[in-house]
């Protein structure tokens, strides 16, 4: 892609901005970068393009014509962008996780424990992220959309379905009415064009997005049907239909996605939902009939 007349950002605040309004317009590979910049801003103004393109499996010129389709000269000019902002920015992931690796080694650590140190440390990483990142005024947005709904419709496919079978266990022990929307029968998006005006969807889906997932999303937002999203980044194609969207970037793992972040993020939604109950409104015993040992 060659270089255009655009402006260059003067701020990281800027330059996500623009990313974003000329996301879908964008090649397959510049929307690689793109995702891989807004995710790991410290990690862009920290390493080498050399470095970060082999993370990504890029050739380096290719971030180098992404800066230049925003105006800059080059990468290097770019990355200064990125070095601005790292003078008041937290820890990005990948430094985290590092850090908590060095916590957590113990000299010989190998095989499938070295695996585990490995996994608990991302997720360690991801969890301290998220509380970090987390903004108030948008789990207060959720649970008032959580509270209001007559029925909240939950969405989640591939590996992010644990997340919403979750959701729908604990809205049914909160007395709440809640529907899982599943791939069974290939009725997913039939069942979505059920959702009414005074319900919620509550849809999850990371990289790579359940097609079924997204464009369920696309349509009940079509309807004004409010949607609270969870997903990997402000580029998900999630975003767009979301009117509260919770972003829990994380570095793919080589075998399975991590869900430590996002079921926690979803049992504090629930916590808030049933703190809101508090009042006396909430059944007082589980509506699930459960088996206890004598």
């Given amino acids: 892609m060659q270089a255009t007349d655009t402006k260059q950002p003067g701020s990281f605040e800027a330059l996500i901005t623009e990313i974003h309004a000329q996301y879908d317009d964008l090649s397959k590979t510049n929307q690689q970068i793109a995702v891989y910049l807004t995710q790991?801003?410290?990690?862009?103004?920290?390493?080498s393009v050399n470095s970060i393109a082999e993370k990504q499996g890029v050739h380096p010129?290719?971030?180098?014509?992404?800066?230049?389709?925003?105006?800059?000269?080059g990468f290097k000019e770019l990355q200064g962008i990125f070095r601005q902002r790292l003078n008041t920015a937290a820890p990005g992931?990948?430094?985290r996780a590092e850090q908590m690796k060095a916590r957590l080694a113990?000299?010989?650590?190998?095989?499938?424990?070295?695996?585990?140190?490995?996994?608990?440390?991302?997720?360690?990483?991801?969890l301290e992220q998220l509380v970090s990142d987390i903004d108030e005024k948008d789990l207060d947005r959720a649970i008032d959309l959580l509270e209001a709904a007559d029925c909240v419709y939950l969405i989640g496919q591939l590996r992010s379905e644990p997340v919403v079978v979750l959701l729908r266990y604990i809205l049914t022990m909160l007395g709440r009415r809640a529907v899982l929307i599943d791939a069974a029968g290939?009725?997913?998006?039939?069942m979505g064009k059920v959702i009414g005006e005074s319900d919620v969807l509550l849809a999850v889906s990371f990289r790579f997005y359940a097609k079924e997932v997204v464009n369920t999303a696309e349509e009940v937002a079509a309807r004004g049907i409010p949607i609270i999203a969870i997903s990997d980044s402000t580029l998900s194609p999630l975003a767009k239909s979301a009117d509260v969207l919770f972003e829990v970037p994380e570095r793919e793992q080589a075998f399975s996605r991590s869900l430590a972040a996002p079921i926690c993020l979803a049992q504090a939604l629930m916590l808030g939902l049933a703190a809101r109950q508090a009042d006396g409104t909430a059944p007082k015993a589980p509506l699930i009939p459960v088996v206890s040992a004598p």
């Fill in 40 to 47: 790991n801003p410290n990690d862009v103004a920290m390493n």
């Fill in 186 to 190: 290939g009725l997913a998006t039939h």
């Fill in 93 to 95: 992931f990948e430094t």
């Fill in 106 to 126: 113990e000299a010989g650590d190998s095989g499938v424990r070295g695996h585990l140190l490995d996994l608990v440390a991302n997720d360690l990483a991801s």
């Fill in 61 to 73: 010129s290719s971030f180098v014509r992404f800066a230049q389709h925003f105006g800059y000269k």
